[in-house]
């Protein structure tokens, strides 16, 4: 089992920046795959970023490309999401996932089902 537990949500003007933190506990950290999604109101959840195991490889949606950073601290036990040139199309509540796929390219785990374990989320609102 893995417990993963976000921060770092809030409220930000549209430009802005926020940081977000998903901290694991339980099994090994440094194994899994972990992702960020997000969903806004009356919306599907959706893919943000992906980043593996050894935090060499990582995968972004189009809309959060260039602005968005996915890294990881695996002797914290913490992944982040950097997100700079916030825009109010970005407000949703952010969940973090983890994956036991261990593969290289995190390009194949862009679905929730590809997801074993969620955090209950932090909610992002960017106000315009």
């Known amino acids: 089992q893995v417990q993963l537990v976000e921060s770092g949500g809030g409220l930000v003007q549209a430009g802005g920046s926020l940081r977000l933190a998903c901290a694991a506990s339980?099994?090994?950290?440094?194994?899994?795959?972990m992702g960020w999604f997000r969903q806004a109101p009356g919306k599907e959840r959706e893919f943000v970023a992906a980043?593996?195991?050894?935090?060499?490889?990582?995968y972004y949606a189009d809309s959060v490309k260039g602005r968005f950073t996915i890294s990881r601290d695996n002797a914290k036990n913490t992944v982040y999401l950097q997100m700079n040139s916030l825009k109010p199309e970005d407000t949703a509540v952010y969940y973090c996932?983890?994956?036991?796929?261990?593969?290289?390219?995190?390009?194949?785990?862009?679905?929730?089902?590809?997801?074993?374990?969620w955090g209950q989320g932090t909610q992002v609102t960017v106000s315009s």
């Open positions: 980043i593996n195991w050894s935090g060499r490889s990582t």
């Open positions: 339980g099994r090994t950290f440094s194994s899994f795959t």
């Open positions: 996932a983890a994956s036991y796929y261990s593969g290289e390219s995190v390009v194949r785990v862009r679905n929730r089902s590809d997801y074993d374990y």
